[in-house]
């Protein structure tokens, strides 16, 4: 079965300040994708990004990083800078590679991240 | 291209009642997934939808069930309602082929609340 752990349940930073939310999972497959997705308070939750198994090189997107370790089954999310507009709900998803017919995706519980002006 | 749409936003409904909600998927998506989000359970799969079919179903009881049309619109019914419905529900498109066919996007949810 697959699992996503985020450890810290809410973080709290002051503006322009760096922070790194923390993410490990659990699978058998050995094909995967793991994902990051913002939930501001409207709800919807916004698609950050997406990461296949077989590529471990970090990605830096602006203000944003992600760091994926498969040896330590971690894949965490970096905000450099943090603004007050980074303030949401940051959800940590796996989903299965190999089976078209077993997209779905295996949530963390999130991280509330609450960036102070 | 416009978003994933989800009718109605918000629904107060009482126990034993049943109810559908909509989704309509982005454009050319043909792949739909529908979530249920709690404050209990986090955000977990009910089932995925694609060319008319279930593909895949997540743990839940017989009175949440759903459907696709042609146009890839789906509906998900929720039948004899309980206090533990109460939730938000989300519902996911994706591409079905191409690089990005893993990507799902969310649309803003139907809010549901069970008296």
């Known amino acids: 079965a697959q699992k996503v752990t985020q450890a810290q349940t809410e973080i709290s930073v002051v503006e322009k300040e760096d922070v790194t939310l923390d993410c490990v999972y659990e699978?058998?497959?050995?094909?995967?994708?793991l994902f990051w997705y913002k939930q501001p308070p409207s709800g919807e939750l916004v698609f950050l990004i997406r990461?296949?198994?077989?590529?471990?090189q970090n990605e830096i997107s602006g203000r944003y990083s992600w760091n994926f370790q498969k040896s330590t089954s971690s894949f965490n999310f970096t905000i450099t800078a943090s603004q007050v507009v980074d303030s949401a709900v940051y959800f940590c998803a796996l989903s299965d590679a190999e089976d078209t017919g077993r997209r779905a995706l295996t949530f963390g519980s999130g991280t509330r991240l609450q960036v102070q002006p | 291209k416009a978003g994933v749409t989800q009718t109605p936003r918000y629904l107060i409904k009482t126990r034993g009642q049943q109810v559908t909600l909509s989704c309509s998927p982005i454009?050319?998506?043909?792949?739909v997934s529908w979530y249920q989000q709690t404050p209990g359970q986090g955000l977990q799969f009910l089932f995925e939808?694609?060319?008319?079919?279930?593909?895949n179903k997540g743990n839940f009881p017989g009175r949440f069930s759903g459907r696709q049309f042609s146009n890839s619109r789906s509906e998900m019914n929720v039948s004899t309602l309980e206090l533990g419905d109460s939730a938000l529900y989300l519902c996911?498109?994706?591409?079905?082929?191409?690089?990005?066919?893993?990507?799902?996007?969310f649309g803003p949810g139907t809010r549901l609340t069970v008296t």
């Open positions: 996911a498109s994706s591409e079905e082929q191409g690089a990005r066919s893993e990507e799902q996007y």
């Open positions: 699978t058998r497959d050995t094909t995967y994708y």
């Open positions: 990461r296949n198994s077989f590529d471990e």
């Open positions: 939808y694609f060319s008319e079919t279930q593909r």
């Open positions: 454009s050319g998506h043909r792949s």
